[in-house]
């Protein structure tokens, strides 16, 4: 929800098409023409690496660029879209629960650490008691940026947190405020608190690098891997050769992974989870979530 991850920031048109340019549906199978591939940031060069690659093997790619993480989604569900690649497990989990969808991961692609970021203070330590932080809104990666911010020590969280936790879970005897801000916001916020949490699609945007976190979490930790990126799909194509080939050449041209790389700044851990565990991971979360409803 890579990221976006968790993936890339910018809107850059040339590489992408808009949705509503899209002619037919991507339920027709990608034998009826391309194969439409929903991002958040098609701008960033190795998608166009990635496109060239899938040409060299015969597949003819399109990408649809979005600028919100709520789009990509009902976008695949409708038919807009063949696949989609913007998020990790949590977030499609939240979402398959919350609108009653099937969407299934076919296939990982990096986790990204999620990082806490400053204009005004140069680490955790420097910032003031009473002080505000901005997190993400969006519920899946409000509770990983809540849980950066209680392994800093900047907050405390109702029954130690989990990837539920919100902002009305942050007990009062914590160090800072938490205030809760539309993802591509929190970037733009920076002047007017004294950190934010800021996913890795808007890090570059905001003339940052993604050295400059003065926080984030651990991606090689065993729990993270309901934070693992993926490519989505529709049920019934989980199996599509086609889909299927799409994620190898994702995971396995050379081009396209040291571009990943570059566009994180070398923070992506590559994956190849397989995807028997991405469906176990997704399946825990949506019984979690049903849980807690």
Known sequence: MSKKHLTAAALVLPLAIMLGACAGTAADGASDGP????????????????????????????????????????????????????????????????????????????????????????????????????????????ARGLLVLQSAGLIELKDGGSIFSTVADVLPESKVKVQALDAALTATSLPDVAAAIINNDFVADAGLS??????????????????????????????DETYLKLVEIYQDTVAVQDGVQAASGDTAVLLKTPTADLLTSLQDVEADIRAQQ
């Open 210 to 239: 993604f050295a400059d976190a003065i926080a984030q979490d651990d991606p090689s930790d065993p729990n993270a891997l309901p934070y693992v990126n993926i490519f989505a799909a529709r049920a019934e194509d989980a199996d």
């Open 35 to 142: 194969v439409r591939i929903g991002v958040v940031g098609a701008g960033d060069p190795y998608w166009e690496t990635y496109v060239d690659a899938a040409a060299a093997e015969g597949i003819e790619v399109e990408l649809v660029d979005f600028s919100e993480y709520t789009q990509p989604n009902p976008a695949l569900t409708a038919g807009e879209l063949d696949l989609n690649q913007f998020q990790h497990i949590v977030y499609l989990a939240t979402y398959n629960v919350a609108s009653d969808e099937d969407l299934v991961p076919i296939g990982s692609t990096a986790i990204y650490p999620l990082g806490l970021y400053s204009s005004k203070y140069d680490s955790v330590e420097d910032i003031p008691a009473g002080e505000t932080v901005a997190v993400s809104n969006d519920e899946s990666n409000q």
